[in-house]
């Protein structure tokens, strides 16, 4: 099956930066669009970045300029680089993608177990 694995996470201190890594495996056919949420405690779930399959990308206002989201398609891999981070960017990260596989008929959500992000004060 369709299986979503993140990779980057860690602790930082306030003004540094993370790359983390989505990589995509199974028996896929076509990746739609693959995303960025975080969830911090006590919180819901919020959209960081979105990239479309032909590389369109749309962020959080608040986070515009200071993340980026690319992928590397041949990869079926999806990266967030962060800079400037600060203390309220701690949480979880989590990976979405829109996947059509050789098993399932038309595009389906999946998500990654999540990475740890911690921007020290």
């Known amino acids: 099956q369709v299986q979503l694995v993140e990779s980057g996470g860690g602790l930082v201190q306030s003004g540094g930066s993370l790359r983390l890594s989505c990589v995509a495996s199974?028996?896929?056919?076509?990746?739609?669009?693959m995303g960025w949420y975080r969830q911090a405690p006590g919180e819901e779930r919020e959209l960081v970045a979105a990239?479309?399959?032909?590389?369109?990308?749309n962020y959080a206002d608040s986070l515009k300029g200071r993340f980026t989201i690319s992928r590397d398609n041949g990869k079926n891999t999806v990266y967030l680089q962060m800079n400037s981070l600060k203390p309220e960017d701690t949480a979880v990260y989590y990976c979405?993608?829109?996947?059509?596989?050789?098993?399932?008929?038309?595009?389906?959500?999946?998500w990654g177990q999540g990475t740890q992000v911690t921007v020290s004060s």
């Open positions: 990239i479309t399959s032909t590389g369109s990308t």
């Open positions: 979405n993608g829109e996947i059509s596989s050789w098993t399932t008929m038309g595009a389906t959500k999946y």
């Open positions: 199974g028996s896929i056919i076509r990746i739609n669009d």
